[in-house]
């Protein structure tokens, strides 16, 4: 049984890796393929490297465009690669528009499709991400959930819950197997940092950075939770663009860099005094590390970082950002809960389910 595990983006290589891992160590045929939905090298080839990714068996090269021609372009070479290899099995994961492409491609092929992360739900159509994952899901075979709102989302939608599978959050494999060298290179000291006493910030989201007025008074309110503590800002391709077209100028406590690798990435994380983002899956890694979060959205496809772990939505309002900072400062931020199943074993469960399938 060939098993094709497809990547894409940045996010997507933290989830397929253990998973690849665990199809070596049993010895099941499987081909990796990368879309090339991300190019750049800080933010694909670093992330096979540091995650002993192999090189991928196919590299369609697709690049960046407009949602419609990307997702056309990474069906059309994907289809090709399906009809020559005749996968048995074809491994998506998240929600980026190379999940969504390499799904369909599959479910028309009657390939059956596994997703990796299925279920989560911001409730919120206008995320691209969203579309992403309510496709992705109604056109699987195997829904992997890392968590009971998934699988209840799913059943709400009428999936049969024969396909739906609890199995633990792939993210989180990788992030307890690395950690410990994460924190023991400590990154923070290139940046004359100590640990918890700095900040790190990601935003890449459309609907923070696209919009000027909107992206402009964020930056305004991070500035000023910069006069707390310094921030280390790693700037997405998008946000970057953003930044040199209207010439945003931010304070010298915030330090832009360029996207960094996963394990500086993971060491900053782990030691910082909080982390504000747009991203879903810092949302969960910093609820797995224990380190306090803030979101900067109104909705979260992940509210189990909300309920149980350290996470709190506050959107772009700069009073709730500095209510919740003060609440940092003074040590009465929440400590949270690691949710069950984010043990380190999701992707091993998920090999037993593939293996014993008929
Ligand atoms: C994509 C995913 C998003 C995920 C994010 C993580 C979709 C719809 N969105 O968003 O869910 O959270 O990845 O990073 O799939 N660019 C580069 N170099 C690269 C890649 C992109 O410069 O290697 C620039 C290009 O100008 C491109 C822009 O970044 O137009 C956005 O890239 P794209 O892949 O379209 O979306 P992301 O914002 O990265």
Redesign the pocket.
């Known amino acids: 049984m060939l098993i094709c595990n497809i990547v894409g983006?940045?996010?997507n290589f933290m989830k397929i890796a253990p998973i690849v891992h665990e199809l070596q160590r049993r010895e099941m045929p499987q081909i990796l393929v990368h879309t090339g939905?991300?190019?750049?090298a800080n933010?694909?080839q670093v992330f096979f490297e540091e995650l002993g990714l192999p090189k991928p068996d196919i590299y369609l090269g697709i690049g960046?465009d407009t949602?419609a021609k990307?997702t056309a372009r990474i069906m059309t070479a994907f289809e090709d690669i399906c009809q020559q290899h005749q996968p048995e099995l074809v491994i998506v994961s998240g929600?980026?528009?190379?999940t969504l492409a390499a799904a369909l491609v599959a479910s028309k092929l009657l390939i059956p499709v596994a997703h990796v992360e299925a279920g989560l739900r911001s409730f919120d159509r206008t995320m691209?991400?969203e579309v992403?994952r309510v496709l992705t899901d109604h056109i699987s075979d195997y829904l992997f959930t890392t968590e009971p709102d998934g699988d209840e989302n799913l059943l709400k939608e009428g999936i049969d819950a024969q396909k739906i599978h609890r199995v633990g959050n792939c993210m989180v494999d990788t992030l307890l197997k690395h950690v410990d060298r994460a924190i023991h290179d400590a990154p923070w000291q290139n940046f004359n940092l100590t640990p918890h006493n700095y900040a790190l910030l990601t935003l890449?989201r459309?609907s923070n950075v696209d919009e000027r007025e909107t992206f402009t008074a964020l930056m305004a309110t991070i500035s000023s939770v910069a006069e707390h503590m310094p921030i280390v800002f790693p700037v997405?391709?998008?946000t970057h663009?953003r930044i040199a077209e209207w010439g945003i100028q931010t304070p010298k406590a915030i330090r832009l860099v360029e996207p960094l690798p996963y394990l500086t990435f993971l060491g900053l994380m782990a030691r910082a005094k909080c982390v504000l983002t747009d991203?879903?899956g810092i949302q969960e890694e910093t609820t797995a590390l224990g380190i306090p979060c803030l979101t900067l959205r109104w909705n979260t496809e992940r509210p189990i970082t909300v309920t149980s772990g350290t996470n709190q939505l506050v959107g772009t309002d700069s009073k709730m950002i500095a209510e919740s900072v003060n609440k940092i400062m003074n040590g009465t931020w929440k400590t949270g809960q690691r949710p069950p199943l984010w043990d380190g074993q999701a992707s091993s469960r998920i090999v037993d389910i593939i293996a014993s399938r008929n």
Not at 37 to 40: G, L, N, R
Not at 95 to 98: A, E, F, I, L, P
């Open positions: 983006a940045r996010p939905q991300h190019y750049d933010m694909s960046s949602h990307q929600d980026v528009n190379s691209p991400e992403n890449h459309p997405h391709p998008r663009s991203s879903g």
